[in-house]
């Protein structure tokens, strides 16, 4: 049990530490990078052409979305009061950093960051939104 929680976790404040990160961040290297740097540092002295590169995040997002499939698979089989003390303490770590993260920047650099956690809580009300709606028209086609 105390693996599942800690891979899950992991799995799910990786994107949140991916986003945060300020453009042109201390390694210019990670999944966020720009140029010829994509990728990790792992692959950067393979001399990865453009197709490549893109392959390799195109399979690194899959792996990414794969992960998060089954920890949520994980997730669900938890009781009710689990998942919910579990999502409350991913909530409060989630802000935690953000407010250490807001901390260690500039004034001008804040008003960006707090731009981008804006229009990132607005994608995910808006995917929120979409599912509850996709599964609403599954259950009218299940009812037909």
Not at 21 to 29: A, L, N, T
Not at 39 to 57: C, I, P, V
Not at 101 to 113: G, N, S, V, Y
């Amino acid at each position: 049990m105390r693996k599942t929680l800690t891979a899950l976790l992991l799995a799910l404040t990786l994107p949140t530490l991916a986003m945060a990160m300020p453009e042109g961040g201390p390694h210019h290297d990670g999944y966020g990078g720009h140029g010829d740097r994509h990728g990790s540092r792992m692959f950067n002295d393979l001399d990865l052409s453009q197709e490549q590169r893109r392959e390799l995040r195109k399979l690194m997002g899959e792996q990414m979305k794969s992960r998060h499939e089954i920890t949520q698979r994980y997730l669900e089989k938890l009781p009710a009061a689990e998942q919910k003390a579990l999502q409350d303490e991913l909530k409060a770590a989630q802000d935690k950093q953000h407010s250490s993260i807001r901390d260690l920047l500039r004034p001008e650099q804040q008003k960006t960051f707090d731009e981008h956690q804006k229009k990132m809580q607005e994608r995910r009300a808006e995917r929120a939104a979409f599912k509850a709606w996709k599964a609403e028209q599954a259950g009218k086609a299940k009812a037909e």
